[in-house]
């Protein structure tokens, strides 16, 4: 057969076919290579990339002098990306307009808007801006330095940034550093901005290099307002009460803290539930006075709390008596307000819906661990509000051992407010006890009554609990100080002040893990005081014991070493 050739080519049916049937048997036999191939050997794609970009080229080089230009270039080995370079690199010494910084293929860009300072040493801390672009590994605290002059400085000051309160690292804290050459250096954070900076990681670690060998004031903020000045009263700051000299050596820790304000001022005046109206001062209040000139019935039943730091005051009353009540609040000459309360509470949300359920006074007590009365201590209840009425009744049941009492049981009141009772009854370390107290048998000043109130408890024995003994030596000097013992997360259980050297007793406790700290408590105020920068005095120091303790039931823990606070 022949095909005849036309304008165009074409191919004859029976050539056209046979192409077809070729074609489509060598995709077949290409699609079943290809998988057993895929069954035979599973692709690897070759060990993962976990180094960081490395630095091929820089112009001018790294630690340069006699720099003259507007614009540096660094070239890595791979693609990068440039994460938030306006949050992440810092120059230092800082500069009135920020520079442009941008990324070219494998380089980073950055060119100055302003001219820089004669014989200046600059660093630029590039922090985590710079990434690889596929694997996201990142070249961490990479620093390019160069001097404007024909030297470059050298020297550095390291160190770390604390929470003054409970000495967990800082991140994001800016460090500064201040030339001590300078006049009323000690007022420049608040107007001036360093002559060097740099940010705390996730540790709290800083460091400040390309330094001149000169003395510096060293200062760090937590900037609300990112301006680099101490200028907000809400703002973190951090200092030492000493100037710095460049030592790779010595490593300074500083601890952050946030200035109290020291105006005295009446925080709150609210009526937080039925029948319970809150004052709340700024700082402790020993002489307020909360007083109202209307003549007030005996229904009322006024009773006035305050709390162990005289910074606030509770008013506690029956509801529904008065609409409303004038209340003025005097304290020295800072202070005096008056004002017209309503006394009709108006629940929210849920608390509405639930209004027509009656509330109940909420009852605790002083057991350990719910079953264990202290050797010598009287079991005490404790009451939600003060209690106004109290009747028991002859189906309260109690239980010594097997032997079970009806109406035996008889409450004083333990406290002046009316928000604690004690149950009179002796109790013996041999015997078991238990008690079943009706509903309705304490009313409180705001109409609630109990629920069933039910107990089982004994009185601790020798092997149940332990004892916790050491001895305190304060530095010289120090006014007093506050022992704590705490649990494992720092919440404070017990603490003791002590003026002089002598042996502290934590006792009763419960087999479990515990820490002492201690307090240096200058001011002697009974606790930590936070610093103030304007008047140039630090935190109070807050010292830990060098050991957790692990206390065991029936053990006690004495503590031979003297734990000196001086050391």
């Known amino acids: 057969m022949v095909c005849k050739k036309a304008t165009k080519l074409y191919l004859c049916p029976v050539i056209r076919k046979v192409k077809h049937i070729l074609v489509t048997a060598s995709l077949l036999l290409t699609a079943f290579l290809a998988q057993r191939c895929a069954n035979a050997v599973a692709p690897t794609g070759g060990p ?41 690199v810092l120059i230092s010494p800082p500069l009135s307009e920020k520079p442009d910084i941008k990324l070219h293929n494998k380089t980073v860009v950055v060119k100055f808007k302003e001219s820089l300072a004669p ?29 404007t002059g024909d030297h470059i400085d050298t020297l550095s000051v390291k160190g770390n940034v604390l929470s003054a309160a409970d000495k967990k690292p800082v991140e994001n804290a800016y460090v500064g550093l201040y030339a001590a050459d300078l006049d009323n250096v000690y007022d420049l954070p608040m107007s001036d901005k360093p002559n060097y900076i ?77 029948g319970l109206l809150r004052f709340v001062f700024r700082h402790p209040a020993k002489g307020a006075v909360v007083m109202t000139p209307e003549m007030l019935p005996d229904t009322f039943n006024l009773v006035t709390m305050h709390s162990a730091e005289y910074d606030t005051i509770w008013w506690y009353f029956t509801p529904n008596v008065m609409d409303s009540l004038w209340v003025q609040v005097k304290y020295d000459t800072v202070i005096n307000d008056s004002s017209r309360y309503s006394l009709k509470f108006k629940e929210s949300g849920s608390n509405r819906r639930r209004k027509t359920e ?60 009316g928000m604690k009772y004690r149950l ?69 259980l017990k603490e003791e002040v002590i003026t002089k050297k002598q042996e502290v007793m934590f006792d009763y406790l ?58």
């Open 119 to 147: 014989n200046t040493t600059y660093t630029i801390n590039f922090g985590s801006a710079i990434k690889d672009l596929h694997e996201g590994n990142l070249f961490k605290d990479f620093v390019y330095s160069f001097a």
């Open 358 to 417: 009656p509330k109940k006074l909420t009852v605790s007590n002083n057991l350990l661990n719910r079953v264990g009365l202290i050797p010598r201590h009287d079991l005490i209840l404790k009451f939600s509000e003060p209690i106004i009425s109290y009747q028991m009744q002859d189906s309260a049941i109690f239980k010594c051992d097997s032997a079970v009492y009806y109406g035996r049981l008889a409450f004083e009141p333990a406290d002046e407010y």
């Open 48 to 88: 993962k990339d976990n180094m960081p970009p490395v630095v091929v080229e820089a112009v001018p080089e790294n630690n340069s002098v006699n720099f003259i230009g507007k614009k540096i270039e660094i070239t890595f080995d791979e693609y990068i990306t440039l994460e938030n370079a306006n949050q992440n």
């Open 198 to 274: 740099t940010k705390t990681d996730k540790e709290g670690r800083f460091s400040l290099n390309g330094l001149a060998d000169k003395n510096y004031l060293i200062f760090a903020l937590k900037d609300v307002n990112s301006n680099l000045y101490f200028d907000q009263p809400n703002e973190e700051v951090a200092f030492l009460d000493s100037l710095v000299h460049p030592n790779d050596s010595i490593s300074h820790t500083l601890y952050m803290f946030t200035e109290l304000d020291s105006t005295q001022v009446l925080l709150e005046k609210k009526l937080i539930e039925e």
């Open 424 to 492: 009179t009854t002796p109790f013996s370390a041999d015997s078991s006890y238990s008690f079943e107290i009706p509903d309705s048998v304490f009313w409180g000043i705001r109409g609630r009554t109990n629920d069933v109130i039910r107990a089982d408890f004994h009185v601790l024995k020798d092997d149940e609990y332990g004892n916790i003994y050491i001895t305190v030596a304060p530095p010289k000097g120090m006014k007093q100080v506050v022992v704590q013992l705490t649990d494992e997360s720092g919440k404070v």
């Open 510 to 567: 419960m087999p479990a893990k515990y820490k002492l700290r201690a307090i240096l408590d200058a001011d002697g105020n009974g606790k930590w005081s936070t610093g103030n920068y304007h008047h140039h005095t630090l935190p109070e120091t807050i010292l830990d014991y060098k050991d957790p303790l692990e206390l065991k039931a029936g053990w006690d823990i004495d503590l031979e070493e003297v734990w000196d606070l001086a050391k």
